[in-house]
């Protein structure tokens, strides 16, 4: 069963900038399309970021120019950049892959103050 374990979140000021990290246990990690989903009190779950098995990228219009995903397949882990934060970014971010088929981790929250 593979487990997958977020890190990175935290508080900061409007402007700022978090790393956040997803490890990913087993060794399917590289032949998987991985994405960063987050979700917001109240609102439904939705992908924010993606990354191709081969390192192709794409992201929601939200964060376009302001997030960047990455991936190590020798450490089974999974990257973002979030850069220019904004209030409306506060949320529970999580990985998965995509579309997804893997358990949910814990996530980690993510909440920008204005």
């Known amino acids: 069963q593979v487990q997958l374990v977020e890190s990175g979140g935290g508080l900061v000021q409007a402007g700022g900038s978090l790393r956040l990290s997803c490890a990913a246990s087993?060794?399917?990690?590289?032949?998987?399309?991985m994405g960063w989903y987050r979700q917001a009190p109240g609102k439904q779950r939705e992908l924010v970021a993606f990354?191709?098995?081969?390192?192709?990228?794409n992201y929601a219009d939200s964060v376009k120019g302001r997030f960047t995903i990455s991936r190590d397949n020798a450490k089974n882990t999974v990257y973002l950049q979030m850069n220019a934060l904004k209030p409306e970014d506060t949320a529970v971010y999580y990985c998965?892959?995509?579309?997804?088929?893997?358990?949910w981790g814990q996530g980690t929250q993510v909440t920008v103050s204005s």
């Open positions: 998965n892959t995509v579309p997804m088929e893997w358990p």
């Open positions: 087993g060794n399917i990690f590289s032949n998987n399309a």
């Open positions: 990354i191709s098995r081969g390192g192709g990228t």
